[in-house]
């Protein structure tokens, strides 16, 4: 069984910047796909990076390339979206995801509010 607890979100103005954590419980975090998605108020829960174990490439949707920036910390069971230069369309409940590759199952982490002020 994997818990994520997500944290770091809160109120930001437009054009700031907030870092994300993901701490992962559970022996499988190293070898496990993990990510990042979003769901803003009356839309449906959308991708937005992705992180592999192994080769730790990044995988990003295209409205945030260049802003948001994912990494892991296997050391720490961690994994982190740096997001800059934020707009309000980026108000959402940020969701931190895992597929561990041994398994066919995923997990989601409880969610944390990102709230950008126009």
């Known amino acids: 069984q994997v818990q994520l607890v997500e944290s770091g979100g809160g109120l930001v103005q437009t054009g700031g910047s907030l870092r994300l954590s993901c701490a992962a419980s559970?022996?499988?975090?190293?070898?496990?796909?993990m990510g990042w998605y979003r769901q803003a108020p009356g839309k449906e829960r959308e991708f937005v990076a992705r992180?592999?174990?192994?080769?730790?490439?990044?995988y990003y949707a295209d409205s945030v390339k260049g802003r948001f920036t994912i990494s892991r910390d296997n050391a720490k069971n961690t994994v982190y979206l740096q997001m800059n230069s934020l707009k309000p369309e980026g108000t959402a409940i940020y969701y931190c995801?895992?597929?561990?590759?041994?398994?066919?199952?995923?997990?989601w982490g409880q969610g944390t509010q990102v709230t950008v002020s126009s």
């Open positions: 559970g022996r499988t975090f190293s070898r496990s796909h």
């Open positions: 995801h895992s597929t561990p590759i041994a398994t066919t199952g995923e997990y």
């Open positions: 992180i592999r174990w192994g080769d730790i490439r990044t």
